[in-house]
């Protein structure tokens, strides 16, 4: 029962929450901890490393492409979420876990094994993304969807940031600075010569996925069992789905936009991904440093809705979205001729002779603060194109057809999701290189760009 007040009920805060509960995953995980571990010291290889973790993204990316859509055009026909949502949610949170024995020698859960969770967890995490998004009416309306979307975003945010600073006050800065307001030692006796604070992680954000996914099955009212067979529902399901597809006849160039989108939006995610193995491999950041990097980067990301709010404004979404992908195509650029003894491909940097910016424990060269600051343009970009993508979908909609051109959106979102894991891990095989993974990503983020060049409308308005 949705109140007659602006005020979110509880179920739709509970639904919130779970989508903040799932976030610290990808940012403890994923991105800045477990994953530049996982290659550099389980794997001992950053090269081989990058490839593996581009090798179970594109797995898991395959099984995401060739089923969320169809289980997303089909649940509205199966009737209740919460079934899967639990099962898939079970299951997340126990891989997460079990990351913890994922020693650096190799034993307990080896290299295959980490390689298997993953590519489960992702799989799953894309099913949880279709069902959970599939509750939002039933738990909030179509009144205060917008208010309980916006709410999930920002605890997101808030919380993985909470998390990455509470992951480096207590397992990561102990030990290595005087600081009087930091543990002499890892917290909870964890070894950091058996790498324990970085396997923590794995256990910290299961455990959160449970805790923030418990209200949710307590509070957020589910749909009603429909009289459908699996079976009808799936075949009308996909019914549904080649009718949507073929919405796009007549609509030139919502077409490009979405197949645009699908290229630099997919480049963006693997920019993202793959930012805290590459660091790890090619600038030699230890778990320290990746932390640092996670915190400041996950504060500039939050500036770049403004951004893109204020792009949008000025130029129009279209030449908004252009002006985002071109700055973080010249940031990837940037990155990849970055390393220690190496400024932007032309300057050479001795770090034996040089002198360090500051006596801290991260980011003491130059080589470190350019690539920092790179780190900060691409964060902020990123998060005003998805902000842009949006604004440009309604200016590009027929009236009375959001509901149908969003949800080809949110089909295109996941259609090449293994797109860019692909060219990561193919281009990282063949030329034994990280950079060579990122240039891939450079040149499949070139061509999203290019297609946005023949999109017509989505100017300002004051041009139209």
């Known amino acids: 029962m949705i109140p007659s007040g602006d005020r979110l009920p509880l179920g ?10 799932r976030n610290p995953f990808v940012m403890l995980v994923t991105i800045y901890v477990f994953m530049p571990y996982f290659s550099t010291i389980m794997v001992g290889d950053p090269i081989r490393g990058q490839a593996l973790v581009a090798a179970y993204g594109q797995w898991a990316g395959w099984i995401v492409a060739l089923t969320a859509p169809l289980l997303g055009a089909s649940i509205d026909r199966i009737g209740p979420r919460k079934p899967l949502l639990l099962a898939s949610t079970a299951v997340m949170a126990g891989l997460m876990i079990s990351l913890w024995w994922a020693r650096p020698d190799g034993s307990g ?48 945010n808030a919380i993985s940031v909470m998390v990455l600073i509470f992951v480096l006050w207590a397992f990561a800065l102990p030990g290595t600075v005087p600081w009087s307001w930091i543990p002499a030692e890892p917290l909870f006796g964890l070894n950091p010569a058996d790498h324990e604070p970085e396997r923590i992680v794995g256990p910290i954000a299961g455990m959160l996925f449970l805790i923030g996914a418990l209200p949710l099955f307590l509070f957020t009212p589910d749909m009603a069992r429909s009289n459908s067979s699996i079976g009808q529902a799936l075949r009308g399901g996909g019914c549904a789905l080649l009718g949507m597809v073929g919405k796009l006849r007549g609509h030139r160039d919502m077409s490009i936009f979405l197949c645009a989108r699908m290229l630099y939006v997919d480049a963006m995610t693997a920019v993202l991904l793959f930012s805290g193995v590459y660091a790890a491999g090619v600038m030699n950041w230890d778990t320290l440093s990746m932390l640092g990097y996670g915190v400041l980067l996950s504060i500039f990301a939050a500036f770049g809705g403004i951004l893109g709010s204020k792009l949008d404004a000025a130029l129009g979404p279209k030449t908004a979205i252009q002006i985002e992908v071109l700055m973080t195509l010249l940031g990837l650029c940037a990155v990849i001729g970055i390393s220690p003894e190496r400024i932007l491909y032309l300057w050479s940097y001795d770090k034996a002779t040089a002198v360090p910016l500051w006596d801290g424990p991260f980011f003491r060269t130059l080589p470190d603060l350019v690539y920092l600051l790179v780190g900060f343009s691409n964060a902020a970009f990123i998060t005003a194109s998805y902000a842009s993508s949006r604004t440009l979908l309604l200016r590009l909609t027929p009236p009375g057809e959001s509901g149908t051109f969003f949800g080809i959106f949110a089909l295109s979102g996941t259609a090449t999701v293994w797109l860019g894991s692909m060219l990561v891990h193919m281009a990282t095989e063949a030329y034994q290189s990280q950079q060579a993974g990122m240039a891939a990503i450079a040149i499949l983020m070139g061509c999203g760009l290019i297609g946005m060049c023949f999109v017509r409308g989505g100017r300002a308005f004051k041009e139209e």
Do not use: C, D, P
């Open 12 to 21: 739709a805060v509970s639904w919130s929450l779970f989508e903040a509960g």
């Open 109 to 156: 859960l080896g290299i295959i094994g980490v390689v298997v969770a993953a590519a489960v967890i992702n799989v799953m995490f894309g099913y949880t993304e279709v069902l959970h998004n599939a509750m939002l009416a039933q738990a909030a309306g179509q009144r205060l969807a917008h208010k309980a979307s916006g709410l999930g975003l920002a605890l997101s």
